[in-house]
Nanobody, 115 residues
Framework: VQLVESGGGLVQPGGSLRLSCAAS????????MSWYRQIPGKERELVASISSVGGVTNYADSVKGRFTISRDNAKNTVYLQMNSLKPEDTGVYYC?????????WGQGTQVTVSS
């Protein structure tokens, strides 16, 4: 299983970023996917999740209405569209899959929201 995140960077408050996570090593279309983030000084937290075919999504209260998770099963990729970004969204963002009873993580992508 390999997960590779991309799309992070530095953005001003109110700006947008789209994160991507390319997956390989398992049948992507059969598994739900999630995005987590690690904010300095805090535990890693679930940001958003999406079911295997994309029909069910869930979001942390702190990002509802601003972030959208989606997936393209033809490209084995899950996305996180982040709008109206705030400084408190700063952190390292990871995608995640539970496969074979284990949780797999990518290397993470840094998102910094600052003026």
């Amino acid at each position: 299983v390999q997960l590779v995140e991309s799309g992070g960077g530095l953005v001003q408050p109110g700006g947008s970023l789209r994160l991507s996570c390319a997956a390989s090593g398992f049948t992507f279309s059969r598994y739900g996917m999630s995005w987590y983030r690690q904010i300095p000084g805090k535990e890693r937290e679930l940001v958003a999740s999406i079911s295997s075919v994309g029909g069910v999504t869930n979001y942390a209260d702190s990002v509802k209405g601003r972030f959208t998770i989606s997936r393209d099963n033809a490209k084995n990729t899950v996305y996180l569209q982040m709008n109206s970004l705030k400084p408190e969204d700063t952190g390292v963002y990871y995608c995640n899959v539970r496969y074979g009873g284990l949780y797999y993580w990518g290397q993470g992508t840094q998102v910094t929201v600052s003026s």
